[in-house]
Antibody, heavy 124, light 106 residues
């Protein structure tokens, strides 16, 4: 049973930096992509980016200039930093495991385990 | 970015109904389409990956089909615990993108 625990500041002022950490328990850290995904209230999910255990990252171009995803200094953790936040960054932020599974014609990737989510509110 | 369009955005149904949700991609994504279920205040749960493969532990009343640009999630006999929102996601191209969601209500 894989569990993802996440934590970080829930209330920020405009221009501050959002910082969240996700810890992985009960499974291997290597061999997967580790995602950050966010969801404004009542709206669709938005993929922010991912990282593998070697620290190789992919970012959503719409956020790339402000996002840093890194592997944590503690074992089996990864973190998200989003700089210069505005009210538009108010959302529930999820960490999730990206796993590849055999499917017709290749390998299919999906987020199979998710953290509980952290509500981040940006308000002056 | 690949745009994912879900329909309908919401639907009303009763226990026992057969429910179908569609997802259309703005370009061909082969079979790289996933479906998630989300209940209020909870994280999404993976139901279907690779357009039609059932995630372990997911009831067999859920099924997925399609390839290319058009995909379908079907719930063969709606149960009370299935009242939730459903999202499709493409994992073909970067960035990964999600559909706008379908809320299944009583």
């Amino acid at each position: 049973q894989v569990q993802l625990q996440q934590w970080g500041a829930g209330l920020l002022k405009p221009s501050e930096t959002l910082s969240l950490t996700c810890a992985v328990n009960g499974g291997s850290f290597s061999g997967y992509f580790w995602n950050w995904i966010r969801q404004p209230q009542g709206k669709a999910l938005e993929w922010i980016g991912d990282i593998n255990h070697r620290g190789i990252t992919n970012y959503n171009p719409s956020l790339k200039s402000r996002v840093t995803i890194s592997v944590g200094t503690s074992k089996d953790q990864f973190s998200l930093r989003l700089s210069s936040v505005t009210a538009a960054d108010t959302a529930v932020y999820y960490c999730a495991r990206g796993a590849g599974s055999s499917c017709t014609g290749g390998t299919c990737y999906a987020s199979d385990w998710w953290g509980p989510g952290t509500l981040v509110t940006v308000s002056s | 970015d690949i745009q994912m369009t879900q329909s309908p955005s919401s639907l009303s149904a009763s226990v026992g109904d057969r429910v179908t949700i569609t997802c259309r991609a703005s370009q061909s994504i082969s079979i790289y389409l996933n479906w998630y279920q989300q209940k209020p205040g909870k994280a999404p749960k993976l139901l279907i990956y690779g357009a039609s493969s059932l995630q372990s532990g997911v009831p067999s009343r859920f099924s997925g089909s399609g390839s290319g640009t058009d995909f379908t999630l079907t719930i063969s006999s709606l149960q009370r615990e299935d009242f939730a929102s459903y999202f499709c996601q493409q994992s073909y191209g970067m960035p990964q993108t999600f559909g706008g969601g379908t809320k299944v209500e009583i």
